[in-house]
């Protein structure tokens, strides 16, 4: 039976809040991504090709480390079990790791090993080049008898396993065929991120979540269409195993499939960005979700949702609860969980991330009561401005000492709600002040929109952002809407450094 209907929001929400409770054991190959950003104005004299002027340089964990980095990222507690070399990378990689708080114990550094490194080189947030350092090998005897044994060690500690298979050689010759039957016999549920054609390697594991095209690989032949991906997952269950399967399939979203039943979830992207690191992410998020007590449908739907919020990121990206749940209430419309309107804490450390991640964010506020096309255009302009937009919205109290004792007409909850499902807002802050200085303090965002009304000397807030670098956006309005009527243009003279 294949059904397209999503679940109901509320079961998804209470297993996204029980992520705290859950441990990963995650073993598969361990990378260091580099990038390197800059600008290209010219052509080389020594050969014909472009000189990149460097302008900043970052590097994060890829493959299994950016598993566990979302892992962490989410509430959760991850322990990585894998070998790497005692290279500059692998230091590098055991640093991340000690930053973020996981347990390294079972993270072997060996001299005869080569930790694998990929460096990315962007102009003008395009790749122009990317340039491997690695070697793919096999470990030898004495890793590998390390590494299981660090494996079994650290599985009682765990609810879920994810073996992370990038093909640099940690679960080559059989060792993926062993921890998954060290963890069936111990009833831990094991979760495989495929490489390669030959699935025979992961027989008997819970599942495996290969994209739309390693799932064709697998099977011999191209995949499509919906019943196509049934299909050929099925073929790949009876053949190795499995108790299901959870194919990405781009725009198209996901498919979780079994043996008797399998769903479609829609893609829930509003804009790709760069899909480096998506499969890392989807498998963390299913199997915290799984961890937490969600059956496979609802996993693979907040699986879905992780995944279309890390696409709209550039580079290898991790995910929070707050841009979780955020994502999931949009998803569900009006009616989803309250606890997707961000609190002002929540909603800094969000801003804290998309800036490490090089976006830009805007914030604009108002009581937004009774919400016309004014409102929308107001708002679609104030995110033409900047990659992320935040909402600060008058609560309740602020409306009526504001706007008098017969407002709001709609209460903010309702308010909140309706903002937060609009595809140019991507975080809503409701706030007990008259005005958002408080908030705008506490965030320091990178622009700040207002209407055309407004002078730059008179919004709230202007000074702050300025003294941090920022800069004041102001909106020409079409008359007969108020503040925030019909927009025409952005009005050049407005915008401030």
């Given at each position: ?70 892992i962490v990222s989410l509430g959760a507690a991850a322990i990585p079990v894998s070998v790497i070399g005692t290279d500059v990378a692998g230091d590098n990689l055991m640093r991340m790791l000690r930053e973020l708080g996981a347990d390294t114990a079972g993270l072997a550094q060996e001299r005869g090993r080569m930790t694998s490194s990929k460096s990315r080189f ?376």
């Amino acid at each position: 039976m294949i059904k397209h209907n999503p679940p109901s929001p509320e079961p998804l929400h209470r297993a996204i809040a029980r992520f705290g409770d859950v441990a990963v054991l995650v073993v598969g190959d361990f990378i260091l991504d580099r990038f390197v950003n800059g600008v290209i104005e010219r052509i080389s004299p020594e050969a014909p090709i472009p000189v990149l002027h460097g302008r900043g340089e970052t590097s994060t964990m890829g493959g299994a480390g950016n598993v566990v980095a979302n892992i962490v990222s989410l509430g959760a507690a991850a322990i990585p079990v894998s070998v790497i070399g005692t290279d500059v990378a692998g230091d590098n990689l055991m640093r991340m790791l000690r930053e973020l708080g996981a347990d390294t114990a079972g993270l072997a550094q060996e001299r005869g090993r080569m930790t694998s490194s990929k460096s990315r080189f962007s102009a003008l947030n395009q790749q122009v080049l990317r340039f491997d350092e690695e070697e793919i090998k096999p470990l030898d005897v004495a890793e590998r008898a390390g590494l299981i044994r660090h494996f079994r060690e650290a599985l009682s500690r765990a609810d879920i396993v994810i073996l992370s298979d990038y093909g640099k050689g940690i679960l080559l010759d059989g060792v993926a065929a062993e921890l998954i039957a060290i963890c069936r016999e111990a009833g831990k549920p094991v979760l495989v991120d495929p490489k390669g054609r030959d699935y025979a390697r992961y027989a008997g594991a819970t599942a495996i979540t290969p994209n739309r095209k390693e799932l064709g690989e697998a099977v011999g032949h191209p995949v499509f269409a919906d019943d196509e991906i049934v299909a050929a997952a099925r073929e790949l269950i009876t053949a190795h195993g499995f108790d299901f399967v959870v194919a990405t399939r781009s725009e198209k979203g996901m498919s979780v499939v079994g043996a008797d039943e399998a769903r479609h979830i829609a893609t829930q992207a509003r804009e790709v960005f760069d899909v480096s690191g998506a499969g890392d992410t989807v498998i963390a998020s299913f199997a915290l979700a799984l961890a937490a007590g969600a059956d496979h449908v609802m996993a693979a739907s907040i699986a879905n949702a992780a995944g279309g919020v890390v696409v709209g990121k550039r580079g290898t990206a991790r995910l929070t609860v707050e841009e979780l749940t955020g994502a999931l209430f949009r998803s569900h419309g009006p009616t989803a969980h309250k606890d997707a309107i961000l609190d002002a804490a929540s909603a800094a450390r969000m801003l804290a991330t998309w800036k490490d991640e090089g976006l830009t964010v805007g914030f604009t506020n108002g009581c937004f009561d009774i919400l016309h096309a004014g409102h929308v255009s107001l708002l679609h302009a104030a995110r033409s401005q900047c990659d992320r937009l935040v909402l600060g919205l008058n609560s309740d109290a602020s409306v009526r000492r504001l706007k008098g004792p017969g407002r709001p007409v709609n209460d903010q909850h309702d308010r909140a709600c309706v903002l937060a499902a609009l595809a140019s807002v991507d975080a809503v802050v409701v706030f007990e002040e008259d005005t958002p200085l408080a908030l705008i303090e506490a965030l320091l965002p990178d622009i700040l929109v207002k209407g055309a009304d407004y002078t730059v000397e008179t919004v709230v807030g202007a000074d702050v952002v300025q003294k941090a670098g920022g800069r004041i956006v102001l909106v020409d309005l079409v008359a007969g809407k108020s503040t925030t009527g019909t927009i025409g243009k952005l009005r050049a003279g407005g915008a401030t450094n």
